[in-house]
């Protein structure tokens, strides 16, 4: 489709009408390359780096002190996968954290919006990375775990024992995710670095204490928190197998402690203006 532009040489008839094109509108961004910058933009800053290589340095020294300072009798896959495992449940949220409020702490949101002003596509990158990295994390940990199990069966001369069902597995790899999934929730809500690790830390070490405490004294509140309190069904996954109303309290507490967040922070950054 062409448009004509009408010069004033043109209406007296003196000059021809030169017909001049539209701009021709380029394609959108395909997902996949954002998803590929924003994954490059997780490793790009210091930061970034050595909280991604933290993942392994913390999984092999957690195995490499299970074997020195463990009973090298009693060891098996399940007590590397659980040492193995808690620094993971640390360092796993971080990262959910960072890949949010990072825009704003470098300053690189207004970049960012402009070249893909669809902000809900780049927020989807972002999440989508952050379970993805979450998952292959888990992956690179067992195999870390496994090695231990391995190196351990070799120094003793017995046979290795795999003691963890994929099923349980499971269930500790959706631990850790919905770990990093309040993270990257707490990071759109707060969209600072120190304000959402902080709020982190609060929901999962100074909250528990507190229920503990109300559960002490009130038995309505013991019978109770597990519709409440997220910490408490979610540490289950990483140790046992949950009952069908466990499930439901499971689902309950992530819609409050991590949908409606995540969904607030959301209509907050799609909202407020990019400075």
């Given at each position: 489709?062409?448009?004509?532009?009408?010069?004033?040489?043109?209406?007296?008839?003196?000059?021809?009408?030169?017909?001049?094109?539209?701009?021709?509108?380029?394609?959108?961004?395909?997902?996949?390359?954002?998803l590929?910058?924003?994954?490059?933009?997780?490793?790009?800053?210091?930061?970034?780096?050595?909280?991604?290589a933290s993942i392994v340095i913390a999984s092999v020294i957690a195995t490499a002190l299970t074997i020195i300072l463990g009973n090298r009798d009693d060891l098996t896959f399940d007590?590397?996968?659980?040492?193995v495992g808690s620094p993971m449940s640390i360092v796993?949220?971080?990262?959910?954290?960072?890949?949010?409020?990072?825009?704003?702490?470098?300053?690189?949101?207004?970049?960012?919006?402009?070249?893909v002003p669809s902000r809900g596509r780049v927020i989807?990158?972002?999440?989508?990375?952050?379970?993805?990295?979450?998952?292959?994390?888990?992956?690179?940990?067992?195999?870390?775990?496994?090695?231990?199990?391995?190196?351990?069966s070799a120094i003793t001369g017995?046979?290795?024992v795999w003691d963890i069902p994929a099923w349980t597995f499971a269930q500790i790899v959706l631990a850790n995710e919905l770990g990093m999934l309040l993270g990257f929730a707490l990071g759109l809500l707060f969209r600072n670095s120190p304000a959402a690790i902080v709020g982190y830390f609060v929901v999962n070490l100074v909250l528990p204490g507190l229920s503990g405490a109300l559960a002490s004294s009130q038995e309505w509140w013991m019978d109770n928190a597990g519709w409440f309190d997220l910490n408490q069904t979610r540490f289950l996954l990483f140790d046992s197998s949950l009952t069908n109303q466990e499930w439901v309290q499971l689902g309950l507490?992530?819609?409050?402690?991590?949908?409606?967040?995540?969904?607030?922070?959301l209509r907050l950054v799609m909202c407020s203006e990019v400075k």
């Open positions: 489709m062409t448009t004509a532009t009408m010069t004033p040489a043109a209406l007296d008839g003196s000059a021809p009408v030169s017909p001049r094109r539209e701009r021709a509108v380029p394609d959108p961004i395909p997902f996949t390359r954002i590929g910058v924003e994954l490059r933009k997780m490793f790009d800053t210091r930061a970034g780096f050595w909280l991604m007590t590397f996968a659980a040492s796993l949220p971080m990262i959910g954290v960072l890949a949010v409020t990072s825009e704003w702490s470098q300053r690189t949101a207004l970049t960012t919006f402009t070249l989807g990158a972002k999440l989508v990375n952050v379970l993805v990295i979450g998952a292959v994390s888990m992956l690179l940990a067992l195999g870390v775990g496994a090695v231990g199990n391995l190196l351990t017995s046979d290795p507490t992530s819609m409050l402690w991590i949908v409606l967040p995540l969904a607030v922070g």
